[in-house]
């Protein structure tokens, strides 16, 4: 698996049903201190149809959260994982749903890491030391430091 920073300018997708969710990341992105470019889609159908047209030009990194309609995000992730192409992707499972079945449940399927939504404030530095991370190393990490925080290393 190539490293996500191998391109000068990395290429994110965002799946998520909520508007305002879209329009933060986006914003958190533009803060970072290298370009980045971003694409969103707004459910899990959407993001499927996504990586389907644009196969010959895939995300270097997926932001996938959980709880969206039409196909919820572990059904996603269990598609991509079992796509050869498509699984070469890190995925970044981006939720508010957090108890331990639905970790648990996205390591098992082949999820990179598990980043919790939250205080918008951080949003800006834990994309960017994913990014970093995923720069290093793309491969999953290992259980005990999936589920990404500023508060310690993945």
Excluded: W
Aim: aromatic share 10%; hydrophobic share 35%.
């Amino acid at each position: 698996m190539e490293c996500v920073l191998q391109n000068p300018i990395p290429k994110i997708l965002l799946a998520d049903d909520d508007a305002d969710e879209r329009y933060f990341f986006e914003i958190a992105l533009k803060e970072l201190p290298t370009a980045t470019n971003l694409k969103t889609v707004p459910d899990g159908v959407g993001l499927m149809e996504y990586l389907s047209r644009n196969s010959d030009n895939l995300p270097d990194v997926l932001f996938l959260d959980i709880m969206m309609p039409r196909k919820n995000g572990i059904e996603c992730l269990t598609e991509i994982m079992r796509n050869e192409k498509l699984k070469q992707i890190p995925v970044i499972m981006y939720s508010n749903s957090v108890g331990d079945d639905y970790i648990i449940k996205c390591y098992q399927y082949g999820a990179t890491y598990f980043l919790q939504k939250g205080i918008y404030s951080e949003l800006t530095e834990s994309i960017d030391k994913l990014l970093a991370i995923l720069g290093r190393t793309p491969n999953q990490a290992s259980k005990d430091r999936f589920k990404f925080s500023l508060q310690g290393e993945c």
